[in-house]
């Protein structure tokens, strides 16, 4: 799926696209933060480039997609099959509705899978996650791997509904 997605990229040349893929497929780090943060800016304001050029939000859509999943992984926020699922469906289905129909399938799981996880203190466990902290704890890969929530699922749901509303409507 993830070669489909980069395929299709390649054929509406989002060449900045492709290098974020790269980039996030080796886990090529600059030496500096500040470094890395200017090239993954410089690479969004050539996919925005791409996409006035192209007259389609696509290149940009994917090109910010894949960034945050590779960002969202580096800091251990979600897993590295659930980033490659998230970069291929966008890459295959580069299309707001698809983002926006993944996004709130990963709300929708998420809060069950919390509310299965935390049950009575389920509500204290969210207003806690809502809380504006001055620096969110440090999610370790163990954290995640013993109770993260199972993003993959989330963003299947979303994306089955999805093609559900595309068939039907």
Not at 13 to 36: C, H, M, Q, T
Not at 137 to 165: C, K, Q, W
């Amino acid at each position: 799926m993830l070669a489909g997605g980069a395929a299709r990229t390649a054929v509406a040349f989002n060449l900045p696209g492709l290098v974020i893929l790269a980039l996030a497929l080796k886990d090529l780090r600059p030496g500096s933060r500040a470094l890395e943060n200017g090239i993954h800016g410089l690479l969004i304001l050539a996919s925005l480039g791409v996409a006035t050029l192209t007259g389609s939000e696509a290149p940009l859509l994917v090109s910010l997609l894949w960034l945050l999943a590779y960002r969202m992984w580096r800091r251990h926020w979600m897993g590295g099959g659930d980033a490659k699922l998230l970069m291929a469906l966008v890459g295959l289905y580069p299309y707001p509705s698809t983002v926006v129909g993944m996004a709130l399938g990963w709300l929708v799981v998420g809060l069950v899978w919390t509310a299965r996880l935390y049950r009575r203190a389920f509500l204290p466990a969210l207003f806690h996650a809502m809380a504006v902290a001055a620096a969110p704890p440090r999610i370790t890969r163990e954290d995640l791997e013993r109770r993260g929530v199972p993003m993959a699922g989330g963003i299947a749901v979303g994306f089955a509904v999805y093609l559900a509303s595309r068939l039907l409507l």
